[in-house]
């Protein structure tokens, strides 16, 4: 999962961003309303972590123009205000959900988890594509009855490419979603490459078709 945190308090920032990114997820952080803006603009996000009180303007801003450049992100608000009146606001204006400082890391993850979940694959327990299926709690992965064993790039690649199908998706959409904001500094797009032809080759291995499709010069299309 990629996440992007909104948050100019930076202890607690970078406190999320390590617990996160110990569990597997791509974490960047923006400390004030402006990177917020831009960031959100420009990268896509399986969820965003806001604060209502920023330096130079509102999380419930940022929260607005996500909505205006239709984001499909998930939106999470995390204020010290236990205002019932942000709380309403954040919730009407677009946010799924609203978390009070201070706050366990583990609640904030599983709402996180529960909240991609719901918005990627309509809330399913499990994934199903053709003969693959996903559990996403346990991030396991079978082709048939076959259990396959994927690295956490190609675990990643799959549902995003699941979450995805029948869609091209551009070489430069799945570096962002493995590495974030690095992938701009990129010169190739090798590592996805690579990642893409493991995965093919696990899921045929073990009896599947070959469902991703390479679109040349652009990216992949995941297809039945």
Known sequence: MKILIIEDEDTLAQSIRL??????????VAEKFADGITKSGLYDYDCVLVDITLPG?????????MKRCQSKAGIIVISAKNSLDDKITGL????????????????????????????QHQGDAVIVFGEITINPI?????????EIFLTRSEYDLLVYLIANKNRIVSHESLAEHLIGEEADHLDDFKFVYSHIKNLRKKIVDAGGADHIKAIYGIGYKLSA
């Not at 946010?95 to 909240?115: C, G, M």
């Not at 346990?138 to 076959?146: A, G, H, L, T, W």
């Open 19 to 28: 617990y996160l990114e110990q569990d597997g997820c791509i974490c960047e």
């Open 57 to 65: 303007g509102t999380g419930l801003d940022v929260i607005r123009e």
């Open 92 to 119: 009407e204006i677009g946010a799924d959900d609203y978390l009070t400082k201070p706050f366990h890391l583990s609640e904030l993850n599983a709402r996180i988890k529960a909240l991609v979940r719901r918005n």
């Open 138 to 146: 346990s991030r396991s992965v079978k082709v048939f009855d076959v």
